[in-house]
């Protein structure tokens, strides 16, 4: 509750410093978003968002199109979000779906680089199966594009592969690389993934899964015969450490001839919802 009404209020601030492999990337910034909840399930939330991104120690082997990158970014955005969460539970789901609709608009007059907009919508949902085992199907597609203005930042475009999307290939491949393959990032997302988790215990659980996704370079260039495919297991823990997940993924369908073709372990510690 706040300003005693049915509200939330979050405040954040922070910095970062990425090692992308070719370059660093380092941010700092903060954001207020106000969120009200809409009916049972749905929530809504406007916000704003100021960062400071600067992108530099570039190797000296990248590609003019990688290094034409470097430089110092401001970003000012203003963030809508549409939620609905129906999940029995917030980890370890069994039943129920969460969906969000997420948009941001950055604006020169406000003093971000340039003027975009950039669209993403999550579903996923929960189906019981029979005693201990869960079915969950997840879906994301996204779009960025400038309005004017200079080109969309590689900071803003898609990426895919990695834990959180496509298991099997390696952290940020999948989609438009340069002459060195390597990753450029799109305007364009399409993923997929269906899963079947088994609970043997509280705390151990195991999946067999399949993800399905793609980048493409231009903005609403999404095209579903050109997805990349990876089928494999899971296994997730839940120490008091916190939880520990491993799932080793292993392409069956690639689009782009840079991606690799052998199998690959994930590891992840730490809580997401």
């Known amino acids: 509750w706040w300003l005693d009404r049915r509200l939330r209020l979050e405040v954040s601030l922070y910095q970062s410093n990425r090692d992308q492999g070719d370059y660093g990337h380092q941010s700092i ?18 916000g704003y968002r100021a960062e400071m991104v600067d992108l530099t120690d570039f190797a000296d082997s ?7 990158e470097k430089g110092t970014y401001g970003v000012s955005a203003l963030v809508l979000k549409l939620g609905r969460d129906s999940r029995d539970r917030f980890r370890h789901a069994t039943s129920g779906s969460q969906l969000q609709f997420l948009t941001e608009l950055q604006a020169e007059a406000l003093g971000g680089y340039t003027n975009l907009y950039r669209v993403t919508v999550q579903g996923t949902k929960f189906f019981p199966v029979f005693k201990n085992s869960v079915l969950r199907l997840r879906a994301e597609v996204g779009v960025t594009d400038n309005l004017s203005g200079d080109e969309v ?11 959180s999307s496509l298991r099997g290939f390696e952290r940020r491949e999948v989609g438009p690389v340069d002459i060195n393959e390597e990753p450029l990032g799109g305007r364009s997302l399409l ?5 079947f988790i088994y609970k043997w215990h509280d705390a151990v659980r195991t999946s067999l899964f399949c993800d399905v996704g793609n980048v493409w370079p231009d903005a609403f260039a999404w095209d579903p015969g050109e997805m990349n495919a990876s089928v494999g297991v899971g ?17 069956i369908a690639t689009q782009q001839d840079h991606l690799t073709t052998g199998g690959r372990l994930h590891f992840n510690l730490g809580y997401t919802f």
């Not at 910034?29 to 406007?46: A, D, N």
Request: hydrophobic fraction near 45%.
């Open 235 to 251: 296994l997730q823990l839940d120490l008091p450490i916190g939880p520990i997940r491993f799932d080793y993924g292993f392409p």
């Open 62 to 68: 990248v590609s003019p199109a990688l290094l034409s």
């Open 191 to 195: 993923l997929g993934s269906i899963e």
């Open 153 to 163: 930042a590689i900071f803003d475009r898609f990426f895919a592969g990695g834990v």
């Open 29 to 46: 910034g903060g954001s207020v978003l106000v969120t009200r909840q809409w009916r049972e399930f749905w929530r809504q939330s406007i």
